[in-house]
């Protein structure tokens, strides 16, 4: 059993490795070096927030540190609000696309709750 666990830690550590060797070989390079989007982060949090508050109050505290850390990117992207920056319009086409993707994932994320709050029971 022991030389399973310790092949397995191997390879992780590898993998990591050469995930950690394509990041520093790209480093520099624009897609990956353009800085913080503090907007995403405040998205982020909000929705962190809105998933772990309701795993905090029904007792499942393995997955209530999503509420702090929720917290956390919530407030560090409202005071980075500043640094935001102007979103560009939309087409129509796009915009529409928008709208079915939210309204698909707000179904998603409510079938997902109402999932979650039967296996709670």
């Given at each position: ?10 390879g992780?550590?590898?993998?990591l ?5 394509v990041?520093?070989?790209y ?29 905090f109050l ?12 929720g917290?956390?990117?919530?407030i560090a992207?409202?005071?980075?609000r ?8 939309l087409?129509k086409k796009?915009q529409?696309?928008?709208v079915?993707a939210?309204?698909?994932g ?16």
């Amino acid at each position: 059993m022991t030389g399973w666990v310790l092949i397995a830690i191997l390879g992780v550590a590898a993998l990591l490795g050469v995930v950690f060797a394509v990041l520093y070989k790209y480093r520099k390079n624009e897609y990956f070096n353009n800085g913080t989007d503090y907007r995403a982060l405040f998205w982020m949090g909000l929705v962190w927030i809105l998933f772990g508050f309701p795993m905090f109050l029904f007792g499942n505290y393995s997955l209530s540190g999503l509420f702090g850390i929720g917290v956390v990117f919530f407030i560090a992207g409202l005071a980075n609000r500043d640094k935001w920056g102007r979103r560009e319009k939309l087409s129509k086409k796009e915009q529409s696309r928008k709208v079915i993707a939210l309204a698909a994932g707000m179904v998603a994320l409510g079938l997902g709750i109402i999932v979650l709050l039967l296996f709670l029971r």
